[in-house]
Nanobody
Framework: QVQLVESGGGLVQAGGSLRLSCVASGSIFSINAMGWYRQAPGKQRELVATIISGGRTNYADSVKGRFTISRDNAKNTVYLQMNSLKPEDTAVYYC??????????????WGQGTQVTVSS
């Protein structure tokens, strides 16, 4: 069993900041990549940012320069620092991890999601 638990969502005014955290736990052998996705009402889930084990990052164009993804490998934790938030950033944010479990099977795992609401 592998669990991903997000925290840090909430309500913030436009221009404000939030920091999301996601901890992966359970039967984990190694984590290849972690990332954040989001889904706004009536829209498809979209990539926000990813970070691989070597530290290379990838961002959606819409968040470049405003969001920063980072990772603590020792704690199996990924963070998303979100600055200069806009109302269009309002969505449920989901944590994702691509990892090998202790049976050495690779798979994608998801958290339950955390709501981020940005008021204008």
């Amino acid at each position: 069993q592998v669990q991903l638990v997000e925290s840090g969502g909430g309500l913030v005014q436009a221009g404000g900041s939030l920091r999301l955290s996601c901890v992966a736990s359970g039967s984990i052998f190694s984590i290849n990549a972690m990332g954040w996705y989001r889904q706004a009402p009536g829209k498809q889930r979209e990539l926000v940012a990813t970070i691989i084990s070597g530290g290379r990052t990838n961002y959606a164009d819409s968040v470049k320069g405003r969001f920063t993804i980072s990772r603590d490998n020792a704690k199996n934790t990924v963070y998303l620092q979100m600055n200069s938030l806009k109302p269009e950033d309002t969505a449920v944010y989901y944590c994702n991890a691509r990892l090998y479990n202790t049976a050495l099977r690779v798979g994608d795992y998801w958290g339950q999601g955390t709501q981020v609401t940005v008021s204008s």
